[in-house]
T-cell receptor, first 116, second 118 residues
């Protein structure tokens, strides 16, 4: 596809369940970012991959959050034992190469997670 | 987490009016960006600014990178109904900073909700 795709678009989980959110970046993009967007707020950085290497996970809110990108393309964000405060839109963005200043991050449509 | 201070939070205007919104930060950024987000979609880049003092236009949109590198504003002239949406400013960290590397991650403002009445 031409853009970043994410699935599922909507996910409802019961508190305590594990969830997995998928991101398909633009083909050939080296850099991949995950952001969390709470209702009425701007996105907040979670983690960054350069190819398969997770170089920055400083934004992950707890050890219940885990992200991987094993082959340097598709990425999965996993949240274990979901809590109500995890309810948010999870956005994925990719860029050709995150190390040059003119590099644009292209965002996917997001996955809206609701934890009941 | 850190967010930029963006104002106003919301605006209700008549079609044809001009709009102005701004963003301030306690930190210096090397790049300022303005995004628009429609319901159910991810943010889409409108304008990117790379140099302090830079003034850049994209159609009816004009944005400036503040001299102090801690602020930016976005103007929309002659608004139309399709301008409706949420506008976000974002500061982009340099690829490499004094602390090591930051890989260009974005810090966003809280957003400005724009409503345009026809």
């Amino acid at each position: 596809g031409a853009g970043v795709s994410q699935s599922p678009r909507y996910k409802v989980a019961k508190r305590g369940q594990d969830v997995a959110l998928r991101c398909d970046p633009i083909s050939g993009h080296v850099s991949l970012f995950w952001y969390q967007q709470a209702l009425g707020q701007g996105p907040e950085f979670l983690t960054y991959f350069q190819n398969e290497a997770q170089l920055d996970k400083s934004g992950l809110p707890s050890d219940r959050f885990f992200a991987e990108r094993p082959e340097g393309s598709v990425s999965t964000l996993k949240i274990q034992r979901t809590q109500q405060e995890d309810s948010a839109v999870y956005l994925c963005a990719s860029s050709f190469q995150g190390e040059i200043r003119t590099d644009t991050q292209y965002f996917g449509p997001g996955t809206r997670l609701t934890v009941l | 987490g850190q967010q930029l201070n963006q104002s106003p939070q919301s605006m209700f205007i008549q079609e044809g009016e001009d709009v102005s919104m701004n963003c301030t930060s306690s930190s210096i950024f090397n790049t300022w960006l303005w995004y628009k987000q429609d319901p159910g979609e991810g943010p889409v880049l409108l304008i990117a600014l790379y140099k302090a003092g830079e003034l850049t236009s994209n159609g009816r949109l004009t944005a400036q990178f503040g001299i102090t590198r801690k602020d930016s504003f976005l103007n929309i002239s002659a608004s139309i109904p399709s301008d409706v949406g949420i506008y976000f400013c974002a500061g982009q960290a340099p690829p490499r900073d004094a602390g090591g590397t930051s890989y260009g991650k974005l810090t966003f403002g809280q957003g400005t909700i724009l409503t345009v009445h026809p």
